[in-house]
């Protein structure tokens, strides 16, 4: 079975430009969770979506979005890119919403910003 | 913040057991103990969880004390790829507002040696 999928693998942009980054959750589930990743700390939680539906927002600038498609997919978009958003953006995806649902994550999509 | 603590670093020989302890002494009664681990650069694995008793799957054995303040992962023959950080998580069961999250710390970087 495939997992978590994410696209793409990794990318350069510069200051002030925006990003689309998007997510494959496993077949059958229906959460999607986003994460930043500073090199040397761990993740920090960004957006948790289900049925299309914001659930959950972590402490980001609203140049942070993030929606979720019918078939479970989703999107992350960052606007005015700044150099400290340059991070490894994971995805992660859960059957449901219960905090004992397992997440998975995918490999990520690491983001350069110059 | 993170609820829980862990050692920074530990190193392990090859073909030995390894024993990741963890602090989790403000644990509530409906929290999960979750452990990831992350290879360099890549997304975090699910290991394993549990809330009270031990549990072992094919990749490792959690062991929580009885007061439930603690556990310890246990991976019982290491090998090089078992060189990660790993992260040990609480949260909590039910489906209430930040239980949706995973908070991470910043784990224990674990060194498999030959």
């Known amino acids: 079975d495939a997992g978590v999928t994410q696209s793409p693998t990794h990318l350069i942009k510069t200051r002030g430009q925006h990003v689309t980054l998007r997510c494959s959750p496993i077949?059958?589930?229906?959460?999607v969770s986003w994460y930043q990743q500073v090199l040397g700390q761990g993740p920090q939680f960004i957006f948790q979506?289900?049925?299309?539906?914001?659930?959950g927002r972590g402490n980001f600038p609203d140049r942070f979005s993030a929606r979720q498609f019918p078939n479970y997919s989703s999107e992350l978009n960052v606007n005015a890119l700044l150099l400290g958003d340059s991070a490894l953006y994971l995805c992660?995806?859960?059957?449901?919403?219960?905090?004992?649902?397992?997440?998975?994550f995918g490999p990520g999509t690491r983001l350069t910003v110059l | 913040d993170a609820k829980t603590t862990q050692p920074t670093s530990m190193d392990c020989a090859e073909g030995r057991a390894a024993n990741l302890p963890c602090n989790h002494s403000?644990?509530?009664?409906?929290?999960?103990v979750y452990w990831y681990r992350q290879i360099h650069s890549q997304g975090p694995q699910y290991i394993i969880h549990?809330?009270?008793?031990?549990e072992t799957n094919e990749m490792a054995s959690l062991i929580i004390t009885e007061d439930r303040k603690s556990s310890t992962l246990i991976l019982p023959h290491a090998t090089l790829r078992d060189t990660a950080v790993y992260y040990c998580?609480?949260?909590?069961?039910?489906?209430?507002?930040?239980?949706?999250?995973?908070?991470w710390g910043l784990g224990t970087s674990l060194a498999v040696n030959p």
């Open positions: 992660a995806s859960s059957w449901g919403l219960a905090g004992l649902d397992t997440q998975y």
């Open positions: 077949s059958g589930h229906k959460s």
């Open positions: 979506y289900y049925e299309k539906e914001e659930r």
């Open positions: 403000t644990i509530s009664g409906n929290e999960y």
């Open positions: 549990g809330l009270k008793n031990n």
């Open positions: 998580i609480v949260r909590a069961g039910t489906n209430a507002g930040n239980n949706r999250k995973l908070i």
